[in-house]
Nanobody, 124 residues
Framework: QVQLVESGGGLVQAGGSLRLSCAAS????????MGWFRQAPGEEREFVAA????????YYTDSVKGRFTIFRDNDKNMAFLQMNSLKPEDTAVYYC?????????????????WGQGTQVTVSS
């Protein structure tokens, strides 16, 4: 079993930055990929960013390209999402997730483990 714990959310003004962290614990952790998703009130959960664990190939949804950066620390079993130039429309609960197989990296159904989520609120 794998446990994921996010941290780093909070309230920030538009244009500001936050860094989200995701710590993995449990059995030997060797995911295919780590991803970040978000869900705003009344909206479906959407893909934000992902990175493959071994090759560090990264993927982003168009709305965050150039503003968000996903990276990981294999030694510490952690993944991060650096968010710059935040906009009010980035407000959501952010979830990290681990894909333990070879799923479609941008699809939430591919991910086997999920964190509890951390709130990000961007004020205008």
């Amino acid at each position: 079993q794998v446990q994921l714990v996010e941290s780093g959310g909070g309230l920030v003004q538009a244009g500001g930055s936050l860094r989200l962290s995701c710590a993995a614990s449990g059995r030997t952790f060797r995911p295919y990929a780590m991803g970040w998703f978000r869900q705003a009130p009344g909206e479906e959960r959407e893909f934000v960013a992902a990175t493959t664990w071994s090759t560090s190939r990264t993927y982003y949804t168009d709305s965050v390209k150039g503003r968000f950066t996903i990276f990981r620390d294999n030694d510490k079993n952690m993944a991060f999402l650096q968010m710059n130039s935040l906009k009010p429309e980035d407000t959501a609960v952010y979830y990290c997730a681990a894909d333990m197989g070879l799923g479609v990296i941008t699809a939430s159904r591919s991910y086997d483990y999920w964190g509890q989520g951390t709130q990000v609120t961007v004020s205008s």
